[in-house]
């Protein structure tokens, strides 16, 4: 069973930045992939970033060299560094987590509680 924990979304003004955060814990034995996914109201959930073990990353075309996802293995902590924000940024996003763990030996994957990002006109 692993938990993921997110924080620092909030309010900015387009152009500004923000830095999410998303730390996983309880009975892991590997993280695989860690991925940030977002919701705006009436549109479907999107992938927005993923980032490996191996360290390759992955990113939507609508936020490609304005976002970068990055990990810190040690922490089982992945972050999503948002600058250039803009007003269709907004959303609810979330982090997911999948990998080995060691409760009953089963692979998972797990979702954070999700953290609002809004960004003004």
């Known amino acids: 069973q692993v938990q993921l924990v997110e924080s620092g979304g909030g309010l900015v003004q387009a152009g500004g930045s923000l830095r999410l955060s998303c730390a996983a814990s309880?009975?892991?034995?590997?993280?695989?992939?860690m991925a940030w996914y977002r919701q705006a109201p009436g549109k479907q959930r999107e992938l927005v970033a993923a980032?490996?073990?191996?360290?390759?990353?992955n990113y939507s075309d609508s936020v490609k060299g304005r976002f970068t996802i990055s990990r810190d293995n040690a922490k089982n902590t992945v972050y999503l560094q948002m600058d250039s924000l803009k007003p269709e940024d907004t959303a609810v996003y979330y982090c997911?987590?999948?990998?080995?763990?060691?409760?009953?030996?089963?692979?998972?994957?797990?979702w954070g509680q999700g953290t609002q990002v809004t960004v003004s006109s």
């Open positions: 309880g009975r892991i034995v590997r993280i695989n992939a």
């Open positions: 980032s490996t073990s191996g360290g390759m990353t």
């Open positions: 997911n987590a999948e990998g080995l763990s060691s409760w009953f030996g089963k692979s998972f994957s797990s």
